[in-house]
């Protein structure tokens, strides 16, 4: 059980256009999803906490306006990055808590890498 | 907010060695610390966690000691196998808001060399 499924597992897309990644908890209802950046050979850093029917939370330095997120259903959640930019390359990767049966147990989704030209 | 030190950032031992990496945090109301695999290019995965009214916990070749008052927990891979060569991610949490919002040290790149 806890299985999570983010699509695309890859995107390349031109500067200046909006990519949207979705993530899914599969067998659960995840009450919580985060959202995480990941560069090369570095570490998880949580761009956005996204609770269902709620605005997300955004960490210190992200631009809400630039990462959109949207916690639309309990088994949904989903990032969209807004005009593009080669800056914005990265690996994204979701993750869900699965409410207070997991408490803080995360599964995390198989990750986005985007690429912007 | 918390923060979380991981050490070393690089490990490379001998197959069958034993290997240790070492995190601090610095938030004492965080009581849940796992301990995340990652595969190059692949989703991190959770190999083994400690809440804070435990000390140590084992499973199999692995385990995970917690020393809360110093504010610092450890994972032990003994037996080491080329196949647990990846980066390992050491988290912070605390459980009692509502996010229960993980902060991840930097990275351990462990190789296994057989």
């Known amino acids: 059980g806890a299985v999570v499924s983010q699509h695309p597992s890859r995107v390349i897309c031109k500067s200046g256009t909006s990519v949207k990644i979705e993530c899914r908890s599969l067998d659960f209802q995840a009450t919580t999803m985060f959202w995480y950046r990941q560069f090369p050979k570095q570490s998880l850093m949580l761009m956005a906490t996204?609770?269902?029917?709620?605005?997300?939370?955004?960490e210190q330095g992200v631009e809400k306006d630039k990462f959109l997120i949207n916690h639309a259903s309990l088994t949904l959640s989903t990032l969209t990055v807004t005009s593009a930019h080669p800056e914005d390359s990265s690996f994204y990767i979701c993750?869900?808590?699965?409410?207070?049966?997991?408490?803080?147990?995360?599964?995390f989704g198989a990750g986005s890498r985007l690429t912007v030209l | 907010g918390e923060n979380v030190e991981q050490h070393p950032s690089t490990l490379s031992v001998q197959e069958g060695d034993s290997a240790v990496i070492k995190c601090t945090y610095s938030?004492?109301?965080?009581?849940?610390f796992p301990w995340y695999k990652q595969e190059l290019g692949k989703r991190p995965q959770l190999i083994i966690d400690i809440r804070s009214n435990v000390g140590e916990k084992k499973d199999q070749r692995i385990a995970v000691t917690l020393n809360k008052t110093a504010k610092h927990f450890s994972l032990h891979i003994t037996e080491t196998q080329p196949e647990d060569s990846a980066v390992y991610f050491c988290?912070?949490?605390?459980?009692?808001?509502?996010?229960?919002?993980?902060?991840f040290g930097k990275g351990t790149l462990l190789t296994v060399n057989p």
């Open positions: 988290a912070a949490s605390y459980s009692g808001g509502s996010n229960y919002k993980l902060t």
């Open positions: 938030d004492s109301a965080s009581n849940y």
């Open positions: 996204s609770n269902e029917g709620s605005k997300a939370t955004y």
């Open positions: 993750s869900a808590r699965r409410g207070s049966v997991g408490g803080n147990v995360l599964t």
